[in-house]
């Protein structure tokens, strides 16, 4: 079967929607390796797949983004928000 694509499942109330977020973690920060680098269009569109099959599988209805979190020693460091948004329509 299909690898799991999504790490964190939670839901922003701010914005009211799920949020579906891939977590890129590092054990020590490096500038010229940061973990968001490892993100490249193959893994949002496998990430984007895993969250309409999960979708589509619990019937949810509501709006939902795709998330980067870059963890580096523990902390997070970055939180690249919106890799794909999708809104439900009709």
Known sequence: GAKNEIDIL????VDAVLVFAEVKARSRNDRDFRPELNVDHR??????????????KHAYDGGYRIDLLSVVGGKVVGHLKQLSWEEQVG
């Open 10 to 13: 939670a839901f922003d109330p």
């Open 43 to 56: 893994k949002i569109r496998a990430m984007r797949h895993a969250a309409r099959l999960w979708v589509g």
